[in-house]
């Protein structure tokens, strides 16, 4: 058994950077990692995929991209490089293939068992990723079984995909780009959309990102938003890590011949059945980011930017005609399944009285209990929380936290 | 991101600060937000029908309403029947209509906008050969429903826009005209 400060379970970009910030506060601490660092980015993705980010916006404690490409978008074997090399830079205790297998209470302190040892630490800090597994819906399981089902950690490429139709189910980040890159190799796609958010990659000659940063949106904080809740549910927007695609909407992936239906509601008798609010999830989307372009606007107005193009409206998202309510999973026409719902994070093994009705972990800005700390979910404290920009701001103020409270223990 | 700001405070009758302690009360007790609606249904004559509506279960017990509602449905003329009330299928319209204007107020008071004067139209497209039984490609219910507000109210056009979508987005009856139920009818 092994005494320590503080025990950081996961490497990639939040236990990365808590370490980083443990270190500069001279906490001894240590990171155990179920695999390698990066693990998830370098195993649990697909192929095709890259951070939405640009290069430029992968800063993190002390360390930040100073390569030849600042505007580009990271592969996922460059974002695995890259957090390799922080963690090496910084000098990160990563204790790797160390999966923790329970964190329980003992005393004032926490007991983290692990495949590799025990240890007894004052502070926890679980920064395991808010999408350690991909979220599935009920509905999965009444799927006829001549049907191929994919989710976001099983899908991999279309190399792997049979010949034949494809649904496609979920329209934010991961499923548009699964449907198009299924089209693109042949494929005759569904993609079944509910509540989704539209965004060009680039406005008015900038990254989107670039306006997200900059206008401070990015920066908002959790008590600057009436419904916390509901934004911390808001789903990825349509975007893909591609300089030469200009947007990856519904209108492009029509264009390109995917088939657009409203969200997959049931399936009864191997019939699918889809929503028929695909009309207002799309309106919804466009007014949301016709209202953040406009703010866009307004924010480059007051501050003077110059030589920016002039402001641009998004042509609406046209509504297929006529918008298929069912699709037969029993004739052969489609052949796979790719669930693109969306991840949740893996606490099964945290075995704390901190979670509500639904299992969600209960936490007030990252902070869950004393000495126990979550870094890397969706605005945390900040809009910016869950992505690699983000987490470092989290991780200054989760350690300073740490440190006050260890002072006050100790007094 | 806010709508304009207002002089005088927003009244659209409806009671926000209730709805939001409701949510609140309802995050602390979830079994309390269970209720089961009910409506007891006669049949008169011919096509004519009448429900009683009153007793409803909520809040962990059954409630009985001051006096009881009732809704009667007939078939028209051209059905050979009495037309003494409307379709059940115009019913139908009707609930969805009032679901969203009840939203659209709602949300509005939320929101801070001062409405004036909300009206919607809803039109439901049907195929009589669906319940004739003479093609079994046509659905027994509606092919298309289309709703239509014109809405007078102190904000933009675009937050008029939102405001029914938003509506849409929190409507049972929008919710059960788009998405399936499991309905379960037995002879007691």
Same mark, same amino acid.
């Given at each position: 058994? +092994? ?39 370098? *195993? ?50 990563? @204790? ?30 679980v920064?395991?990723?808010a999408?350690a597994r991909?979220k ?8 006829? @079984? ?16 049979? *010949? ?16 198009? @890159? ?12 509910? @509540?989704?958010?539209?965004?060009? +990659? ?26 916390i809740d509901r934004a911390r549910r ?95 999973? *029993? ?11 969306g991840y949740s994070p893996e606490f099964s093994?945290l075995?704390l009285p901190v979670f509500d009705q639904k299992g969600m972990l209960i936490h007030d800005?990252g902070?869950v ?5 979550i870094?890397g979910l969706p605005f945390m404290?900040? +809009? ?21 409270? +260890? ?5 | 991101?806010?709508? /304009? ?5 927003? &009244? ?15 995050a602390?007790?979830p /079994? ?12 008169? !004559?011919? &096509?004519?029908?009448? !429900?009683?509506? !009153? ?38 319209? &009707? ?18 906008? /001062? ?63 788009? !998405? ?9």
């Amino acid at each position: 058994m +092994r005494h320590i400060s503080t025990v950081i379970i996961g490497a990639g970009q939040a236990g990365l950077a808590m370490s980083k910030c443990l270190s500069d506060r001279s906490v001894a601490h240590v990171v155990l990692e179920r695999g390698e660092v990066a693990q998830s980015w370098m *195993k649990d993705r697909w192929d095709s995929l890259r951070l939405l980010t640009p290069n430029w916006q992968s800063r993190l404690p002390g360390y930040k991209y100073d390569g030849p490409d600042p505007d580009g978008y990271m592969s996922m074997p460059q974002i695995t490089g890259y957090l390799r090399d922080y963690a090496h830079v910084i000098d990160a205790p990563v @204790e790797e293939h160390t999966a923790v297998h329970s964190v329980t209470s003992h005393g004032n302190n926490y007991l983290v068992r692990a495949n590799k040892g025990v240890w007894i630490c004052d502070n926890v800090v679980v920064a395991s990723g808010a999408c350690a597994r991909p979220k599935l819906p009920q509905l999965a399981g009444a799927v006829p @079984e001549s049907i191929m089902q994919l989710s976001l950690s099983t899908y991999k490429s279309p190399d792997q995909v049979a *010949k034949g139709g494809v649904l496609v189910v979920g329209g934010s980040a991961s499923g548009v780009q699964i449907a198009a @890159e299924l089209c693109n190799a042949g494929h005759a796609v569904t993609l079944a959309v509910g @509540e989704h958010i539209r965004a060009p +990659r680039r406005y008015r000659g900038r990254d989107i990102q670039w306006w997200m940063d900059r206008s401070g949106i990015l920066d908002v904080r959790v008590n600057e938003v009436d419904d916390i809740d509901r934004a911390r549910r808001v789903p990825s927007v349509q975007l893909i890590g591609d300089p030469g695609i200009d947007s990856i909407d519904l209108n492009t992936l029509q264009a390109m011949g995917v088939s657009i239906t409203g969200r997959l509601a049931g399936i009864q008798n191997g019939m699918a059945q889809f929503s028929g609010s695909l009309a207002n999830h799309c309106a919804m989307s466009d007014l949301k980011i016709d209202r953040l372009l406009r703010h866009f606007d307004d924010w480059a107005d007051r501050m003077n930017i110059p030589d920016l193009p002039d402001a641009q409206q998004l042509p609406p998202t046209l509504l297929p005609n006529p918008t298929h309510l069912m699709s037969n999973l *029993k004739n052969g026409a489609i052949q796979t399944i790719v669930w693109a719902t969306g991840y949740s994070p893996e606490f099964s093994w945290l075995k704390l009285p901190v979670f509500d009705q639904k299992g969600m972990l209960i936490h007030d800005q990252g902070i869950v209990a004393p000495g126990l700390y979550i870094l890397g979910l969706p605005f945390m404290r900040r +809009r910016k929380s869950a992505l690699i920009d983000g987490v470092g701001g989290d991780a200054q103020a989760l350690s300073d936290h740490l440190i006050a409270n +260890r002072n006050r223990r100790a007094a | 991101m806010t709508t /304009q700001t207002q002089d005088k405070p927003v &009244s659209n009758g409806v009671n926000t600060e209730a709805l939001i302690g409701a949510r609140g009360a309802f995050a602390e007790m979830p /079994q309390a937000a269970l209720f089961t609606f009910r409506s007891t249904c006669d049949w008169l !004559n011919g &096509s004519e029908s009448r !429900n009683t509506i !009153n007793g409803y279960y909520g809040l962990g017990e059954e409630h009985t309403r001051k006096e009881a509602f009732s809704i009667s449905s007939d078939h028209p003329e051209v059905f050979a029947a009495s037309d003494s009330a409307p379709t059940p299928p115009e019913i139908a319209l &009707s609930a969805l209509a009032s679901c969203l204007t009840g939203g659209v107020a709602a949300v509005a008071q939320h929101r801070g906008i /001062q409405l004036h004067d909300v009206q919607c139209v809803v039109e439901g497209d049907m195929d009589m050969r669906g319940i004739l039984g003479m093609d079994p490609d046509i659905r027994n219910g509606f092919s298309a429903v289309r709703v239509t507000f014109a809405i007078d109210a102190d904000a933009s056009d675009d937050d008029i826009r939102a405001l029914v979508a938003q509506s849409q987005k929190r409507s049972t009856v929008f919710d059960l005209m788009t !998405n399936p139920t499991n309905v379960h009818v037995v002879v007691a």
